[in-house]
T-cell receptor, first 116, second 114 residues
């Protein structure tokens, strides 16, 4: 029961470095999401993909790019990492039904990213 | 803009107690509300999802209620156990759009003492 798999689990970067966070789901879900979680602020949506081939900005997209490689995979890229991007990043997926979703979101275990 | 708050921020109870966690949201025009559990260093696990047309959902010792008009949801945990210790988050989805309309609360950190 893999569900949503994120890699890597931990990463330390220096300011200005780039990296890509990987996410894959094996539930044949159409929608995928990237969130960041910071202490006291809850989860905030960075980008989402309602279906293969489409991506849209969420609440905090600045400094990030995404790629929906296929139905299974949704990656998040930091082009030039900044200390403010130190956070825990979560990928999620869900299956929309009839134009809206009454299905729960399924989450990966997260990537803990530190920018020095 | 939808805002979600959760009270209390932290809660410590002895094993066996029944307890209630609260979630409040500012815009009552929601599509659904979801309760999650998050263990330290882990992702979120969905516990219950209540659609806007529903008043409550139950799963085992958990019962979630929804009062859209007052902008409130509660998660009731019966006969708490140490294994229930975790952070509990609620998330509100507004309207028919995807993604951009999921708003999470900051969570309630629950400790159940043996």
């Amino acid at each position: 029961n893999a569900g949503v798999t994120q890699t890597p689990k931990f990463q330390v970067l220096k300011t200005g470095q780039s990296m890509t966070l990987q996410c894959a789901q094996d539930m044949n879900h159409n929608s995928m999401y990237w969130y960041r979680q910071d202490p006291g602020m809850g989860l905030r949506l960075i980008y989402y993909s309602a279906s293969e081939g489409t991506t849209d900005k969420g609440e905090v997209p600045n400094g990030y790019n995404v790629s929906r490689l296929n139905k299974r995979e949704f990656s998040l890229r930091l082009e030039s990492a900044a200390p403010s991007q130190t956070s825990v990043y979560f990928c999620a997926s869900s299956e929309p039904r009839g134009g809206g979703s009454n299905q729960p979101q399924h989450f990966g275990d997260g990537t803990r990213l530190s920018i020095l | 803009k939808q805002e979600v708050t959760q009270i209390p921020a932290a809660l410590s109870v002895p094993e066996g107690e029944n307890l209630v966690l609260n979630c409040s949201f500012t815009d009552s025009a929601i599509y659904n509300l979801q309760w999650f559990r998050q263990d330290p260093g882990k992702g979120l696990t969905s516990l219950l999802l209540i659609q806007s047309s529903q008043r409550e959902q139950t799963s085992g010792r958990l019962n979630a209620s929804l009062d859209k008009s007052s902008g409130r949801s509660t998660l009731y945990i019966a006969a708490s156990q140490p294994g229930d210790s975790a952070t509990y988050l609620c998330a509100v989805r507004s309207g028919w759009n995807y993604g951009q309309n999921f708003v999470f609360g900051p969570g309630t950190r629950l400790s159940v003492l043996p």
